[in-house]
């Protein structure tokens, strides 16, 4: 691709983040929610981390991985169960990182 | 009224400062995450190729790094423009979900502010911001304490991601792929989130939102993400439902 053309999708990306993230809150105010909907939009937050997060420890390779031989699967439990215990962010990551590293180590 | 968000008045100043501050402080724990993506997003820009230029120019523009991610496989494989757009817009879609969550707060200030609001929502900056504020009484909706409290976590978002997408830029060529640095963005997210599953309709929304997200994960643009987060907000809010009926009854 020439440079030209490079710039041009940057800019449009540009245009692409600031259309997306900004949407409702330019059209909203010819489109309002029902309340119903506006109110379950608090569960939005934990629903697309999660969305994020569930692939990356489920899926190996993409296909279900749901065993103690998934590396990330273990290690994401034991980072989840370390933040459940203790609220340390550090510690969870800590763990999780060692663990994750050890079993690849085990496994190669 | 807005003035009194925005305006120069020094008898605000000082509750203006205090609210960024808070912010500041309660995204740095997110900065881990933000981090490690920004290195990893940073690399990735110089490995399919962009010249140091355009990296530092997309990083610091588009500021949105699976979008970023989404469209260097297409330019690398100089996909036509049009595909590359379309295919960032379905990417980020979810923001689309997030904005409509934010609307009640932000909705009153001008045209140009709503822009570059949008533009500094991130995954973690609404998620922190949302799950602090969506009980607040309608009448401190977008008060001065808000508004700056999310500027100042968007700054201290910014400025980790920059950082480290720029250091990732310049040492794209000594960091290994092997190190797994971005399942450390991934375990920062797990720590992140578990706190926000604070209630039972939330547990139902989070576990639906996994297993869409994992069924759906094969699906292209990230179409399993959006749908992970439109089923999630379903089935929380219709656990919300059923439970304040049993409750009713107990």
């Not at chain 1, 929610?33 to 190996?60: F, K, M, N, S, T």
């Not at chain 2, 599953?197 to 989070?206: K, Q």
Request: proline fraction near 4%; aromatic fraction near 8%; include cysteine.
């Amino acid at each position: 691709m020439s440079d030209l053309t490079i710039w041009i999708i940057i800019v449009g990306l540009t245009c692409v983040t600031v259309a997306t993230r900004s949407a409702f809150l330019v059209l909203g105010e010819r489109f309002a929610l029902p309340e119903r909907v506006q109110h379950g939009l608090r569960y939005a937050p934990a629903c697309a981390l999660v969305g994020l997060i569930a692939p990356e420890l489920a899926l190996a390779n993409g296909s279900l991985a749901l065993s103690l031989a998934n590396p990330k699967l273990v290690a994401g439990i034991a980072a989840g169960a370390i933040m459940l215990g203790t609220r340390s962010m550090i510690a969870a990551i800590a763990v999780g990182m060692l663990a994750f590293t050890a079993l690849r180590l085990l496994a190669a | 009224m807005p003035k009194s968000v925005f305006g120069v008045d020094p008898a605000i100043a000082a509750r203006r400062r205090h609210a960024f501050a808070r912010g500041l402080r309660a995204v740095a724990p997110a900065t881990i995450a933000t981090g490690t993506w920004g290195l990893v997003t940073g690399v990735a820009m110089v490995k399919v190729g962009l010249t140091t230029a355009q990296a530092l120019g997309m990083t610091l523009l588009v500021y949105a790094g699976s979008a970023q991610l989404a469209a260097l496989p297409l330019i690398a494989a100089a996909a036509p423009i049009w595909v590359v757009l379309l295919t960032a817009t379905v990417v980020n879609l979810r923001f689309v979900i997030f904005s409509a969550g934010l609307r009640p707060f932000f909705m009153r200030f001008s045209l140009g502010r709503r822009l570059f609001l949008g533009y500094v929502t991130t995954d973690i900056g609404f998620a922190l911001f949302l799950s602090r504020f969506a009980d607040a009484p309608e009448e401190e909706r977008g008060s001065l304490e808000q508004v700056w409290f999310f500027l100042g976590m968007a700054a201290g978002n910014w400025m980790a991601w920059q950082t480290m997408s720029v250091l990732g830029i310049f040492l794209a060529a000594q960091v290994p792929g092997a190190w797994g640095l971005e399942f450390a963005s991934i375990l920062a997210l797990i720590a992140m989130t578990l706190p926000m599953i604070a209630s039972r309709p939330a547990l139902v929304g989070a576990v639906t939102a996994g297993v869409v997200a994992v069924l759906g994960a094969a699906l292209p643009l990230k179409l399993g993400l959006v749908a992970a987060v439109v089923v999630g907000i379903a089935a929380a809010m219709s656990a919300e439902i059923l439970l304040e009926r049993t409750g009713a009854r107990t």
